[in-house]
């Protein structure tokens, strides 16, 4: 029987195909080069479009994808302890104040 891991989970690096994992990071290495040091890495091309998406961020989605999506630490903790219950008011709900009508000034003739 195959056993299957928790998509939310990262997997261990068991489970990581290292040849993928080496051949991603390269990417990812030599694609932070070029657009670090050329010019023309940084910009646009007609068929393809932003070249730093496609040297850079591609790579590195690639990788993180990989790896199962793990969140940086400091993100998983403040989501946990946003979900802490907070105390409920005790009382009456709040109910809208009634805003008297404006008074109408007509003018006065002499």
Do not use: C, K, N
Request: proline residues 11%; aromatic residues 6%.
């Amino acid at each position: 029987m195959i056993a299957t891991s928790s998509p939310t989970r990262a997997r261990p690096a068991s489970e990581i195909d290292p040849r993928l994992d080496a051949a991603l990071r390269y990417a990812v290495a030599i694609g932070a080069v070029l657009v670090l040091l050329l010019p023309a890495a940084r910009a646009s091309h007609a068929a393809i479009g932003w070249l730093p998406l496609w040297l850079l961020a591609m790579p590195l989605a690639a990788w993180w994808a990989l790896h199962r999506f793990p969140l940086p630490m400091r993100a998983v903790t403040l989501a946990a302890s946003t979900q802490v219950a907070r105390p409920r008011r005790v009382g009456a709900q709040a109910r809208r104040r009634v805003r008297p009508a404006p008074r109408r000034v007509l003018p006065q003739a002499a």
